[in-house]
């Protein structure tokens, strides 16, 4: 059988991007009344929401501990988020392990020094699954942090990375992650350039992870850029709305 090939020797992917070109990126806040912030995200056909409910008061008996907030994350992918039908509890395994890196994310980026004796509580729902799932989850929770007005180091952005047809590419679709080239997950506080979530689905051979590496903090850095002008334009809504 024939080896599918996904770049051209035109330098293209199959989705007709170039290998360091991001999918179309948008998001908007407030979606959630209900909430403290909160985030709709799409990156390409990856589809996330996030919710962020906090800081608040935890009353119980003090300790070390207690002089930062805790930092919860519940993730949750939706039945019909992929072509798989198939039913995921609060039990599941991988949603688990997902939900541990991306609290484990922000414990490092929330000033969460300021929040004596509280907890901050992070929700994540993918409604639609086409690869870089953690990364948009990550993307959509510093959005709703932001929308909530909790203070951090700076935006928490993340990408993917994989080698494939002697080319790194960034920003990887479903389609891409199943083709078993390593991929590689990176979150970042890019003006600082420091790395706070790295994570390989499969073996990386050294020679191929510097490169994986500074692929994913481009797409980091471009992801920034997005990012920042999503809060910038809400911010510049508002302002209109109150006549500022």
Known sequence: ????????PEGLRLDGRRALELRKMSAR???????????????????VIAAVFGPREVRHHASKQDERATVNCEFSMATFSTGERRRRGKGDKRAQEIALLI?????NSIHTHLFPRSQIDIYLQVLQADGGVKAACVNAATLALVDAGIPMREYLCASTAAYMDGAYVVDVNHLEESSRAPVLTVA???SSGKVVLLEGESRVHIDRFEGLLGAAQTGCTAVNEILDQVVRSTATALAESRGI
């Open 29 to 47: 806040t407030g979606l959630l009344s209900e909430s403290d912030g909160s985030a709709y995200l799409e990156s390409g056909n990856t589809k």
């Open 188 to 190: 970042m506080l890019p």
């Open 103 to 107: 609290k484990q994310s922000f414990s």
């Open 1 to 8: 059988m024939q080896r599918r090939e996904y770049i051209s």
